[in-house]
C-alpha cells in the first residue's frame, strides 16, 4: 500500500515538474530522494491551500483520467443540455481525445449555438493538435469579426494555418497581431522564427531582443514557466 502510495506521490511531482517547467534539477531530487524529496517540491513548489483541492484533482485525474469523462457521459445521459455536451467535449480535449471533442463540440453547434466563440475556439484548438488546417481555416473565418479573436491564441493558430496552406502574407497579418508586450511568449518566438524563414531577420530580431529585455522583469514563477523559451530565444539571437 505505502509503495503505490510513493509511487503516486513521485509520479505527480514529475508530472508537475514537467507541465509547468519547474527547473529539472527536481526530478533527480524526486528520484533520489523518493519521500522527502517529493514532500519538499510539494511544499516549495506546488502546495498552499488554495490550491489543495486543486492538486486533490489533478491527482485524480493522472491516476483515473477517463474519471471526469464517465462522470460527464452520466450528467449527459441524465440531461443531454448544450452545456453538459460542450462540458464533456472540454473534458475530451483536456486528456487529448480530439476527434471525441470534435464529435461533441459539433453536435453541440447543431442547436441554437452555432456562432458560439467558446466552442468554435476550443474547436480550432483540436484541429491544431490533429494538424487538420483546411478545418481551422473554415472555422477561423466564421468568427474572425468577434472581439475576443483579435490578440488571441485563436488567431495565432489561424494564421500557422494560414502558413500551412501556403498563404504566407495573410499568416504574416494574423501572426504578427500576436506580438504583444509581456505576454504570448512561446506564440512571438513562433513568430519570429516565420519571419527569420522569410529573410525579415530585423524584425525578427527586435522581437526576440524584446523578449529577452522582459524576460529581465518576469517574476520567478513566470521564469520557471518560460525557461525553455527564454533559453531558445537567447540562443537565437547568437546565430542571427
Known sequence: ?????????????????????????????????????????????????????????????????????????????????????????????????????????????????????????????????IEDYKSILIYAEGIESHKEFVKSRTQFIYGLALEREGKLNEAEENLKSIDVRFSFYNERLVFAKFLISRNKTEEAKEILESISSEAQHMTKPNKRLYRITISEVEKLLQTI
Request: charged share 20%; net charge neutral.
Open 1 to 129: 500500500m505505502w509503495y503505490y502510495l510513493i509511487l503516486f506521490l513521485k509520479g505527480y511531482c514529475i508530472y508537475h515538474v514537467i507541465r509547468y517547467r519547474t527547473p529539472y534539477y527536481w526530478i533527480f531530487v524526486i528520484l533520489f530522494l523518493p519521500v522527502v524529496g517529493a514532500i519538499i517540491y510539494l511544499i516549495t513548489q506546488v502546495y498552499n491551500k488554495r490550491d489543495a483541492e486543486k492538486i486533490t484533482n489533478e491527482i485524480t485525474h493522472i491516476i483515473n483520467p477517463t474519471k471526469k469523462i464517465k462522470e460527464l457521459e452520466k450528467q449527459l445521459e441524465f440531461s443531454e443540455s448544450y452545456q453538459n455536451r460542450v462540458n464533456l467535449a472540454d473534458a475530451y480535449l483536456e486528456i487529448g481525445d480530439n476527434q471525441n471533442a470534435l464529435s461533441h463540440y459539433k453536435e453541440a453547434l447543431d442547436g441554437n449555438f452555432q456562432n458560439d466563440f467558446y466552442v468554435i475556439k476550443n474547436m480550432i484548438e483540436a484541429f491544431n493538435n
